[in-house]
């Protein structure tokens, strides 16, 4: 079936390092992707996305590449901070508004 | 402005019974989608409504069903339940009508145990 996957299930990091999440995704028609936040006991909260005619978007400490040629996808966030631990997932789409195809996540650790 | 509102928070159920988890979409948003996470996964799709229909649903049994009311807010049922139907379930609403706007905000889940 058609899937978003991570590399890492864990990712350690001591505060003020940047961290690189990555994600491998399988549907070349996918046309939208996302991460997300999660942590503990609460819902997925939207950091980013990038439109797949798009390479690299930009915010605040966090950037999001898409190399649409190995279907890969990753998120880089400058100078980490504790309040950054918590499970990353990205998802996909291939039509506005429809299901939204989770991987199974990274837990990022952060250690001051 | 209200995000994304779900209840109950927590909920305990018996193997075999009925359950009903409720969801309140993001102020002005027409569209809810539900999710099924279970522990240690990413959440998977269940089914999303639009205009009071079903319009498009994930790998899940019949056993799962859902409704929307005219008010935008929605339920999801699920019978006959299993111990493998433990998880958290999340709503996520999101604006169908606007072009271009694919970003779905999630409410913080319904926490069902099924013992």
């Known amino acids: 079936g058609e899937s978003v996957g991570l590399h890492l299930p864990t990712l350690s990091v001591q505060e003020g390092d ?9 549907n070349s028609a ?3 992707f996302i991460w997300y936040k ?8 939207f950091i ?11 915010g605040q400490r966090v950037t999001v590449l898409l190399n649409k040629t190995v279907k890969h996808l990753s998120l880089q966030i400058a100078a980490t901070q504790p309040g950054d631990s ?21 837990t990022l650790s952060v250690s001051s | 402005d209200a995000g994304v509102t779900q209840s109950p928070t927590h909920l305990i159920k018996t193997r075999g019974q009925q359950v009903t988890l409720r969801c309140s979409p993001k102020s002005g948003h027409d569209t809810v989608s539900w999710y099924q996470q279970a522990l240690g996964q990413g959440p998977q799709f269940i089914f999303q409504y639009y205009e009071e229909e079903e319009r ?19 339920e999801l049922n699920v019978n006959a339940l299993l111990l493998g ?31």
């Open chain 1, 18 to 26: 940047n961290s690189i999440i990555n994600c491998a995704y399988s």
């Open chain 1, 86 to 106: 918590a499970v990353y997932f990205c998802a996909e789409n291939t039509q506005a508004g429809t299901a939204l195809i989770f991987g199974k996540g990274t």
């Open chain 1, 48 to 58: 980013i996305d990038i439109r797949s005619n798009m390479d690299k978007r930009q």
């Open chain 2, 85 to 115: 139907d433990s998880a958290l379930y999340l709503c996520a609403s999101s604006l169908l009508a606007l072009a271009g706007d694919y970003e779905q905000y999630f409410g913080p889940g319904t926490r069902l145990t099924v013992t």
């Open chain 1, 30 to 32: 996918s046309d939208y």
């Open chain 2, 56 to 74: 498009q649903r994930g790998n899940f049994p019949d056993r799962f069903s859902g409704h929307q009311f005219p008010n935008y807010s929605s």
């Open chain 1, 38 to 45: 999660q942590e503990s006991g609460k819902g997925p909260q």
